[in-house]
């Protein structure tokens, strides 16, 4: 049987504010990291195609 899961913690004042400005400015990733992601999606996708379940 699986453990219940925690409530998340709530941010209060700093803590808070540098997590809304974190997300509201992501860091980008390089491009050579998107392409090897994209080659790896591709290649799961092209096999994934023609699978069936019984």
Same mark, same amino acid.
């Not at 998340?8 to 400015?25: Q, S």
């Given at each position: $049987?699986?453990?219940?899961? @925690?409530?998340?913690?709530?941010?209060?004042?700093?803590?808070?504010?540098?997590?809304?400005? @974190? $997300? @509201?400015?992501? #860091?980008?990733?390089?491009?050579?990291?998107?392409?090897? $992601? #994209? @080659?790896?999606?591709?290649?799961?996708?092209?096999?994934?195609? #023609?699978?069936?379940?019984?």
């Amino acid at each position: $049987m699986a453990r219940p899961i @925690k409530p998340t913690p709530i941010l209060y004042g700093k803590d808070a504010i540098r997590f809304e400005e @974190k $997300m @509201k400015t992501p #860091n980008p990733l390089p491009k050579e990291e998107v392409e090897e $992601m #994209n @080659k790896a999606y591709e290649l799961f996708k092209s096999r994934a195609v #023609n699978f069936k379940l019984p």
